[in-house]
């Protein structure tokens, strides 16, 4: 004949001095149904730990780890609730917890995907703005040439930054970086013994070549501004392409595999 718990409700064998599930001890074998601890001995199911603690992260779903842990603790709550047989309650809270959790995770999934394409956009107009500033700064150091070589009609140009500072507004230049490019100026040389320096060169190339993906460019006492749209600052002096007026008032980003 069987016989049941009379603490949890659970099925005993013929024998059995302790239930299996909640270890009370067995006074009688008489057979009797199951029953509801709350019901028989007016004991409410204690809540689980698990599913309160779902419910708190839950509420915290706009933090990612409240949101995953909400789902975690919900699931391990369920689960742990119903092999109590009755001994533990808070089935309502775990659910409201997962649901906030996986609210959290929609709103997160949401979030990314619009960083992921928004990101890119912006990465390209902050490059195009370099790119106009780095031509606009090589522009500027050819007038700083010319205003020092009027300047000092005996030296001629000057391939020192530090010396156009004095004669015109260079700003940031001086210190030969600005917006992500490097600025050099160079091949000072005179087309006559012992008299005036009639060559420059200016570089502008960016501060890290093999991963900005920004091109780079150069000019000289011509005043014509080049570009190398692999970010080479020998190949610009050496073969560069005139830069087109499109390119200047409209940059745009090239890759480092562009062809010219």
């Known amino acids: 004949m069987s016989s049941f718990c009379a603490g949890c409700g659970n099925s005993l064998s013929e024998g059995d001095s302790f239930c299996s599930i909640c270890g009370r001890a067995v006074f009688a074998t008489s057979a009797s149904p199951p029953l509801d601890p709350g019901v028989a001995f007016g004991l409410p199911p204690e809540p689980s730990g698990k599913a309160i603690f779902s419910l708190v992260c839950g509420v915290l779903f706009f933090f990612p780890p409240s949101a995953i842990a909400a789902v975690l603790f919900g699931h391990l709550s369920l689960s742990e609730i119903r092999r109590s047989a009755g001994r533990l309650g ?12 996986y609210t959290g995770l929609a709103a997160l999934s949401v979030l990314l995907i619009i960083a992921a394409l928004k990101i890119p956009k912006t990465l390209r107009q902050s490059m195009g703005t370099d790119q106009s500033s780095a031509v606009a700064a ?13 300047a000092h ?7 020192s930054l530090s010396d156009l500072s004095e004669v015109w507004g260079i700003g940031d230049l001086s210190q030969g970086r600005k917006n992500g490019y490097v600025f050099v ?3 000072c040389a005179a087309t006559k013994a012992n008299g005036p320096i009639a060559k420059y060169q200016v ?8 991963t900005s993906r920004l091109p780079a460019y150069c000019s000289n006492e011509s005043d014509r501004v080049k570009i190398d749209r692999n970010g080479s600052s020998e190949n610009c002096l050496e073969k ?3 830069l087109l007026e499109s390119e200047i008032n409209h ?4 890759s480092q595999n562009s062809s010219r």
Request: with cysteine; hydrophobic share 45%; charged share 10%.
């Open 90 to 101: 808070g089935r309502g809270l775990a659910i409201v917890g997962m649901v906030l959790g």
């Open 138 to 150: 090589v522009r500027t150091l050819n007038t700083a040439e010319i205003a020092f070589a009027q």
């Open 153 to 159: 009609p005996a030296s001629g140009y000057t391939c």
């Open 185 to 187: 100026l160079q091949g």
């Open 203 to 210: 570089l502008a190339y960016p501060v890290a070549p093999n």
């Open 240 to 242: 560069g392409a005139d």
């Open 251 to 254: 940059p745009q980003p090239w």
